[in-house]
């Protein structure tokens, strides 16, 4: 899920500087959504004990 995020964030940012506000607009709103997955999926895996911090 992380290498979608970068990639959606790498076209967003190629799209923002070709003057593709609505490829961009929405790769990165894509991007964001994702981003927010993965940190709830991380602190559930964190309090559940599936991930040990050293």
Do not use: N
């Amino acid at each position: 899920m992380l290498q979608w995020i970068l990639i959606l964030l790498l076209i967003a940012a190629v799209a923002s500087l070709l003057g593709f506000r609505g490829v961009a607009g929405a790769s990165a709103g894509i991007a964001k959504i994702l981003i927010f997955i993965v940190l709830i999926v991380m602190i559930i895996a964190l309090f559940t004990g599936v991930i040990i911090v050293a």
